[in-house]
Nanobody, 124 residues
Framework: QVQLVESGGGLVQAGGSLSLSCAVS????????MGWFRQAPGKEREFVAA????????YYKYSVKGRFTVSRDNAKNTVYLQMNSLKPEDKAVYYC?????????????????WGQGTQVTVSS
């Protein structure tokens, strides 16, 4: 019923930027809270950012505040994660997720649908 497809991952030097996109199928996109998570090698999946259905509220993991920006375009059924000033510690597989509830949920257990993940690698 709902499918999420990420794009935009790749290799970038430390200090550089990447922009991730997540296209969501279905006509109910605007009712979803959207989140970004990441999983680094040997680590558990962790919360990165979330945005509510109207984009009035966002919430970020402290270590990415001021560097990452989450946004959404409901007309395009797409959520974005703009990543600036990337650090080697940001290397991970990044996942977008959709939650059929309000607010800006931070727990992976609150999300109903998940993308396949996209690799972000930061060198130097």
């Amino acid at each position: 019923q709902v499918q999420l497809v990420e794009s935009g991952g790749g290799l970038v030097q430390a200090g550089g930027s990447l922009s991730l996109s997540c296209a969501v199928s279905g006509r109910t996109f605007s009712s979803f809270a959207m989140g970004w998570f990441r999983q680094a090698p040997g680590k558990e999946r962790e919360f990165v950012a979330a945005i509510n259905w109207s984009a009035a509220n966002t919430y970020y993991k402290y270590s990415v505040k001021g560097r990452f920006t989450v946004s959404r375009d409901n007309a395009k059924n797409t959520v974005y994660l703009q990543m600036n000033s990337l650090k080697p510690e940001d290397k991970a597989v990044y996942y977008c997720a959709a939650a059929a509830l309000g607010g800006t949920p931070m727990s992976e257990y609150e999300y109903n649908y998940w993308g396949q993940g996209t690799q972000v690698t930061v060198s130097s």
